[in-house]
Structure formats: C-alpha cells, structure tokens
C-alpha cells in the first residue's frame, strides 16, 4: 500500500487577485499549425537518442463485469486511416461514442462491443476544414441521457484556430452544420476546448480565448465558456471565466454536488510561475471565483503543454498533475475534503526515470483511479493505481497495455459495468481496457 497522510494543511488557498502581465508569447497559434517551444520535460526525453526518436513522433448490457475484454480496434474504416487524437464517451444504452479527426474531416463513430469493432463514420463537416489537433488540443464529444450528441472541434476558421460544435438528435445518424463556439471567433482565436456533460444533461464547453489579448507579449490566455443546448443547437453569448491560464495546457472540469462547473487549470501566477488553480461558477449569476491549489513554484518561459485532471465524487475533490517545479517534480495527486479549499499533501506517483505523463483522474465514491504514461526510451507503457478509500491509501501502480509507437493521453471513461481506459495509437490502433 502506498500511504497518503489524511488531510493536512499544505498552504491555505488563496484567491488570485493580480493578474499576470510579461513578456513574450510562448507556444501561440500559427496560420496552418501549432508552434509549440521545446520545454525542459521534451529535453529531459532528447537525452538519449532512443528518447529523441520516440518524443519526436510526440448502455446496452455485455454481460457481468468479470467476463469483460478489453477492445481494439483500427481505422481501416476511415477515408484517410483515422487519427491520433480522438476522444470517446458513453450513451446512456452503454454505447461507446468515439469522435475522429483527421486532416480536412472529423467522424463521429460508435461501437457496441466495448471497442472491439466501430460503426461506419459520419462526417461531422461535410466541408472540408484544416481541422487543428493535438494531445492538448482535443476534439470532445459528449452523450446526454436522452441519446442527444454533442461534439466541439479546432479548425482554421476567419481566425488562425477557432473551435466550432455540432449537435445530432438522431443518435449520430446525422450532425447539424457546424458553427463557431466562439460568439468573436471572425476576431480572435479560441483553441483548447473542454466540453463537460452535467448530470441533469446540460453541456458545457469551456476554452482558451484571445479576445482580450491587447498585447500579443502578455502572457496567458482568457477562460471563456458557454452551454450548448443539444435540441436547438445553440447557447448563450460566450461568457468570460478568468485571465492568465497557461495558452497550451488544457483544461479539467468537473461538477460539484449542485452539479456547478468546477475547473482545474495551470495559470500563469507573478513572476511567471505556472501552477494550477480552481475555478469555480456560483448560481445565481455571481462572478466567478478562481485561487491557486498547488504550489511547485514552476518558473518556465515556454508551454509545458500538460493539463491537470480534476475529479469529484460525494463532495471529495480528486486532482492530478504534472510539473517540474522547484519544490516538486513529477506527476502528483492529492485531495479536498472542504470544496478545494485546502489539498492533502501531494503524492508522488509514476517512475521518475520512466518519463510519467499526461494523467488522468475518475473517483466514483471510495474507488478512486488514475491513469498515465511511461516510456523507457523503446515502449509506451499504459499504467493505472487504484484507491479504494477515497485517495488516502493506494494500491501498487500496474502496466496494463504497452506500445512500441506514437501514442495519444490515456482518458477514464464508465458506464453501468465499470471504469475502463481509453487509449490510442499509431499502429496498434484503439483500445478500451476494463479495469475489473
């Protein structure tokens, strides 16, 4: 077991009330791609040239839960063989949704095995769009209880990158006409979206705005966010969260007991230090609230492009992260017991000289899991630990799937028979693992 002291006090959180202005724009958008810098973790791994190699490639029932097999499957079903970066979500009958970019569409898939076989894809734009993808800035889809799909996606628009969203009430037959997320997407980029289902249905989206940037050296980007209404296929006018976030670390969000949005992400505090923080949207129309919940004291000039995970099941907070700070570095994971206002103490998880990465976070009551990778310099290896006392004690971490080739973030994902990972890569293909 590994032991994790019950909740003490690691600093008291305090609300953000200066907002960061520097110099420099690290890791912005540009017409026709990303640029993104080369961060000291990218160093770490060009140390070897084994490393060099592999960072540059950088519910309907099936049965009880014992007898269970982990999925896989290709893309020898898409025009173009699929992609890296695809995002799943289970429908209310166990479907498993899965969105697919690639170069000029995205798809919209499913499968009724547990991923062992997909659906013939649906184009989501049937006009062709230089669709913008990467590990941190993913498409999203999302089921309500209803059948009703909602997906978000990136793509070039009047705009370098500009997200856009589509609705089907057809159970994926077909999808609306795509349209911009952003109400100012003709004048400003937005990028990095996160889109979050409620339990009652509703559909958040939240992402990375630059409407606000008056000088292109400032630091950071703007939280804007909106609600999707899967039946009209509209939502209000975009409304703004917060300043500073981090512009290439995605956001986490999560809904607390009065099933309000709660997010996690990595902000750009003063003297260009990056640590995480939360954001939280009262009822009742009252100002966002937003204070920094981990203190590694991470000063970097450049896009860590890593973004946290956030968790919450019967009023326990979960998050992980990753940082190379100069009090701590590694992938860590802690928890609240008071609504985020104080965090355990960080708990160091993953092989240090193994490269942990990219984590990811699902508590359902007392079980609560994480998932991540690590890389030897010749394979990818999928690892999880598990809890089974709210996060205060942890089983061992185990490898549950390996990969000799390019590799997308592992995601939690549940339904009525359990939590499982989703996971993808270059050759093998997708792969949904149960964790029994």
Known sequence: MINLPDFPIIKRAARITNKTRGKGFSGGFLKGGFSYPFTPWAAKAASTVLLISAVALSACSHGNQDYLKSGAADYSHYPEGGGLFVSAAFGPDGRLWRIVPEKKHVYVDYSTDLGKTFSAPVVINKESQPIKV????????AVD??????????AEGAQPVALFFSVSADNGRSFSTPSPLSDKASEANSFQGRLALSLSGRAYAFWHDERDRSDWRQLGNAIYYTTIDARSGSGPVAQKLSDSVCDCCRIAAAFDSNEQPVLLARFIYPGGIRDHGLITIPTGGKEALSWRVTFDQWRIEACPEHGPAISISDGRYHIAWFTQGSVRQGLFYAYSSDQGQHFSNPLSFGNSEKLPSHPDIMAQGEHVVLTWTEFDGVKTQLMVMQSH???QTWLPPRAIAEATDETDFPFLLSNNQGIFVSW?????GYR???LN
């Open 432 to 434: 949904l693992l149960p």
């Open 389 to 391: 006392d709210g996060g």
């Open 134 to 141: 990467s590990g941190e800035n993913r498409p999203g889809i």
């Open 145 to 154: 209880g209803s059948g009703r799909i909602t997906v978000i996606y990136a």
């Open 424 to 428: 993808n890569s270059k050759t093998k």
